[in-house]
T-cell receptor, first 117, second 113 residues
Framework: DTGVSQDPRHKITKRGQNVTFRCDPI?????LYWYRQTLGQGPEFLTY????????KSRLLSDRFSAERPKGSFSTLEIQRTEQGDSAMYLC???????????????FGDGTRLSIL | GESVGLHLPTLSVQEGDNSIINCAYS??????FIWYKQESGKGPQFIID?????DKRQGQRVTVLLNKTVKHLSLQIAATQPGDSAVYFC????????????FGQGTTLQVKP
């Protein structure tokens, strides 16, 4: 399977704990995105990487959230001191593109469902 | 802020009938649109896309129509099958940004056997 892979699929943790999620994009894709989706809603943009550079962060991404893509391949999203409101599905997507190239479709992983007790 | 919206939260159709799912967008700068299908417990699955220099694009059993005059997007599914039951989202973005997508609320398609 050469699609976007996310790990873990489910994470249950107590409030106040730190959690880290991993995303492996489609191998030739240079763009990587994180989104958050709550029940009954569409995904909301969190942050964007082009290669290893984090080029945009949503105001939804509080200072408890940090994302990295150290070698321009896989990415991690960490949430520190988790809160009840962090419970959601965290989705990763990847695509090909650059500033001079028209947008290409983003392909999503199956997400990590986070539940905060 | 501006966002993409869908007209109906739920659409119920008979198996074999055609389905039409609608979406209205408000950002006139948007020039790239995508339809996604999301099944329970899974991530959004790419169905079809269209750029603003086109008004129609066809795929396998699906057609997307874009009306820039009224900022309206629709997804037509021919001969709807039980496997088409899912939540459908339209998403928009525009050239010159990072490609981040703005999603609407979604329409749940229920296919009756």
């Amino acid at each position: 399977d050469t699609g976007v892979s996310q790990d873990p699929r489910h994470k249950i943790t107590k409030r106040g704990q730190n959690v880290t999620f991993r995303c492996d994009p489609i191998s030739e894709h240079n763009r990587l995105y994180w989104y958050r989706q709550t029940l009954g809603q569409g995904p909301e943009f969190l942050t964007y990487f082009q290669n290893e550079a984090q080029l945009e962060k949503s105001r939804l991404l509080s200072d408890r959230f940090s994302a990295e893509r150290p070698k321009g391949s896989f990415s991690t999203l960490e949430i520190q001191r988790t809160e009840q409101g962090d419970s959601a599905m965290y989705l990763c997507a990847s695509s090909l593109g650059s500033g001079s190239v028209s947008n290409q479709p983003q392909h999503f992983g199956d997400g990590t469902r986070l539940s905060i007790l | 802020g501006e966002s993409v919206g869908l007209h109906l939260p739920t659409l119920s159709v008979q198996e074999g009938d055609n389905s039409i799912i609608n979406c209205a967008y408000s950002n006139s700068a948007s020039d790239y649109f995508i339809w996604y299908k999301q099944e329970s417990g899974k991530g959004p699955q790419f169905i079809i896309d269209i750029r603003s220099n086109m008004d129609k694009r066809q795929g396998q059993r699906v057609t997307v129509l874009l009306n820039k005059t009224v900022k309206h997007l629709s997804l037509q599914i021919a001969a709807t099958q039980p496997g088409d039951s899912a939540v459908y989202f339209c998403a928009e973005t525009f050239s010159g940004n990072t490609g981040k997508l703005i999603f609407g609320q979604g329409t749940t398609l229920q296919v009756k056997p």
